[in-house]
Nanobody, 116 residues
Framework: QVQFVESGGGLVQPGGSLRLSCVAS????????MGWYREALGKKRELVAS???????NYADSLKGRFTISRDSAKMTVYLQMNSLNVEDTAVYYC??????????WGQGTQVTVSS
């Protein structure tokens, strides 16, 4: 069964940084692009970043280079380094298959709150 376990969220002040992690199981991690999505209160879930099998990355235009996605195939883990956070980044962050082609199963997500 496909499972994703996200962690690393928390409360951070504007301008701060966080690093999210997601451990995947139940899939052949080495053949799927992976991605991070976020869902803010009252808004539709959106794709934040994707990373291909060989490391090619793609980001939402609104991020302006503040986020970096990476993956460790040996650990079946995908990461999201988030810098220069602002209040608009407040959301629950999820990982799943990338490029807006998620599996039906979603993890519990990790809450990121940016507030002074």
């Amino acid at each position: 069964q496909v499972q994703f376990v996200e962690s690393g969220g928390g409360l951070v002040q504007p301008g701060g940084s966080l690093r999210l992690s997601c451990v995947a199981s139940g899939i052949n991690f080495n053949i799927f692009a992976m991605g991070w999505y976020r869902e803010a209160l009252g808004k539709k879930r959106e794709l934040v970043a994707s990373i291909g099998v060989y490391g090619t990355t793609n980001y939402a235009d609104s991020l302006k280079g503040r986020f970096t996605i990476s993956r460790d195939s040996a650990k079946m883990t995908v990461y999201l380094q988030m810098n220069s956070l602002n209040v608009e980044d407040t959301a629950v962050y999820y990982c799943n298959r990338g490029y807006d082609r998620p599996f039906p199963n979603w993890g519990q997500g990790t809450q990121v709150t940016v507030s002074s």
